[in-house]
């Protein structure tokens, strides 16, 4: 029976340590005939890295393991035997009557061959897996979405990352039919395409079509959009057995590309509208381009030109100006060409249709995306009826107020000649009563013809001398304050003046001009309010400043008239004051002296707090001058 199976045998005494083998053993060992046969020729035979292992198996089987039998594979030398081989070393240890081990048989098959087809079939089986490995791999990493359907409920046999990613990434597919996996997609239709794809065996394509997925298993559907077909999958018969389905999700392009379509509508809308405001305002607008040439062009143009506006776009700016123009306008041109920002006014441009015109430009910078000059957009306005307009009223102010300073001028001495005999004729202990009231009435009506005249004087030289002169010199608001309120307490006897002072009041003013401010606004706070009110007066200290307030309980001026209360001719009521007539030159006087000392005034006034006018005055004048 060895003999018919290719087998070598032997046959080893334990005790001494030597036995017999036959020849088909030495063969395949590689041992020399007529050399006793030892089990350290076999180890010594063995590959060094098996030897050990040989080893340990049979001293295992010599203690009794494993009922003394043995099994083990294992390489021979190439030095003794000409190449690698593998054999197949079995053996069982038997015993003496003493019940210990006593000999040791064993056989060995030649296993070279067998090893060699298990490892071609494993390299095979290796390459095999490694291939469906790969196939796996490209499938699941694949940028489209793939996946394999089995029989006609279309159950996932297969499914990439992209497509489980695509349908929600924690739903259950593999093994499940898609009605069930994915049963949003019923109602939506897919199942009845997949189900004709399978009766048909006809191929199915969509593009960019439309489907909601629950992602999350939570009935909120998300929208997508994909580019997909569906494959018939066939057997060995030709018969349909499955679905491959491979598609793209292309999501992101739609909605870009709608998002695209969005703006470009806003852009249209967004031109039109520009249009439609360019148009209604009446300013040439203009866009002029790197090379000179009008890029856009408003409504306007069409009237300034006197041609449409799409005959202007596209064409050189010097031939639609003229010559001319360019001459005068063109360093201006280059200059908002080269990027920079600049408002000018040109007198006397050469108009292309005859005559010249007056015209206010600006230029501001048009820059691409890089941010690199790629022309300006220009703002034209024809000024030339607006100049003449105002150097018209220009000289017609300046003759007004130039005939009010000599009219007001020419008046002072006839009026001092009569306040002054007047005065004189009022001192005389020989008038009657009656001529004495008439003495009376001409000196008050003179002394208010003097005042019109005096603020007629001083309206002039704050509008035409270019503002109040001051001369600066120590003074005190609080004794100024005091001086003016003890004057006008004597011409108004009949009225309380409440006075509060605090603080340093010194500074450098021209004290004349600030008791003129103090008594305007007291003379006036009594002119506005009842007879049994009280007039309050203020003066307060800071550190680098003095504010002077007065306040009555008058009616309240409006907030209409508060806008323009400081300027000429203008009063705080409608109401006119019950001590004389007033040309309303007061308060714009004041305020002109206030600034002149580089001060400020503010009014307020409401209905229950009364009325009261601030005024606050530097200590000392401002570094750059102020008077």
Aim: glycine share 10%.
């Amino acid at each position: 029976m060895v003999e018919g199976l290719d087998a070598g045998s032997f046959s080893l005494d334990l005790a001494r340590g030597q036995g017999d083998a036959d020849a088909r053993f030495q063969a395949i060992i590689g041992l020399n005939g007529g050399v006793p046969f030892t089990l350290e020729q076999t180890a010594r035979a063995s590959h060094p890295e098996d030897r050990a292992r040989l080893l340990l198996a049979i001293e295992e089987a010599t203690e009794g393991r494993n009922e003394g039998f043995f099994l083990v594979e294992h390489r021979l030398l190439p030095s003794l035997t000409g190449a690698v081989r593998w054999v197949e070393l079995r053996g069982q240890v038997t015993r003496g009557p003493d019940g210990r081990p006593a000999r040791l048989l064993g056989t060995v098959v030649d296993i070279t061959v067998r090893k060699r087809a298990a490892s071609e079939r494993e390299k095979l089986l290796g390459e095999v897996e490694a291939a469906h490995n790969r196939l796996l791999s490209l499938f699941d990493h694949a940028p489209a979405f793939l996946a394999l359907l089995q029989g006609p409920e279309h159950v996932y046999e297969v499914v990439n990352t992209p497509y489980q990613r695509h349908v929600g990434v924690t739903r259950k597919l593999v093994g499940l039919p898609v009605a069930q996996a994915l049963p949003e997609l019923v109602p939506q239709g897919f199942v009845a395409l997949l189900d004709g794809v399978f009766r048909t065996g006809t191929p199915y394509i969509g593009r960019e079509i439309f489907v909601r997925f629950d992602r999350h298993g939570t009935g909120e559907l998300e929208d997508a959009y994909v580019d997909f077909v569906y494959q018939p999958l066939r057997d060995a018969r030709g018969q349909v057995e499955g679905i491959v389905v491979f598609g793209l999700d292309i999501t992101e392009q739609v909605r870009a590309r709608q998002r695209v379509e969005v703006l470009a509508e806003k852009v249209r809308a967004s031109e039109t509208q520009l249009r439609q405001v360019t148009d209604a305002i009446p300013v040439l607008v203009s866009l002029v381009t790197a090379d000179e040439r009008y890029g856009f062009a408003n409504r306007a143009y069409e009237d300034w030109f006197g041609c449409s506006r799409e005959d202007l776009v596209g064409r050189p700016l010097r031939e639609i100006i003229g010559e001319a123009a360019y001459a005068v306008l063109g360093p201006y041109v280059r200059r908002g060409l080269a990027g920079e920002s600049l408002s000018f006014e040109q007198l006397g441009v050469p108009y292309r249709l005859g005559g010249t015109r007056d015209v206010r430009m600006t230029f501001n910078p048009y820059r691409d995306s890089e941010g690199r000059a790629g022309g300006y957009v220009a703002l034209l306005q024809d000024i030339t009826a607006q100049r003449r307009m105002e150097d018209a009223l220009k000289q017609q102010a300046e003759f007004e107020q130039h005939l009010i300073g000599i009219v007001s001028h020419d008046l002072r001495n006839p009026l001092g000649a009569i306040l002054l005999a007047a005065t004189a004729m009022a001192r005389r202990e020989d008038l009657d009563e009656r001529s004495r009231k008439s003495v009376t009435r001409i000196q008050n009506a003179a002394e208010r013809a003097t005042r019109m005249v005096k603020d007629l004087l001083d309206f002039t030289q704050a509008r035409l001398g270019g503002g109040i002169r001051i001369e600066r010199r120590s003074a005190d608001l609080h004794e100024l304050a005091r001086g003016v309120v003890d004057e006008v307490e004597a011409a108004w006897p009949t009225r309380e003046l409440r006075v509060r002072r605090s603080g340093e009041g010194r500074g450098l003013w021209d004290p004349d001009r600030v008791s003129q401010v103090v008594q305007n606004l007291i003379t006036n706070a009594l002119k506005y309010s009842a007879e049994d009110t009280p007039i309050e007066v203020e003066t307060l200290g800071e550190d680098d400043a003095v504010t002077l307030s007065v306040h009555n309980q008058g009616p309240p001026i409006s907030p209409e008239r508060l806008d323009s209360l400081f300027q000429p001719l203008q009063r705080g009521t409608a109401e006119i004051d019950r001590a004389g007539r007033s040309v309303g030159l007061g308060l714009y006087i004041v305020r002109s002296i206030v600034e002149a000392h580089g001060g400020s005034i503010r009014v307020q006034s409401t209905a229950e707090e009364g009325t009261t006018f601030t005024v606050r005055l530097a200590r000392q004048p401002a570094p750059d001058g102020g008077g």
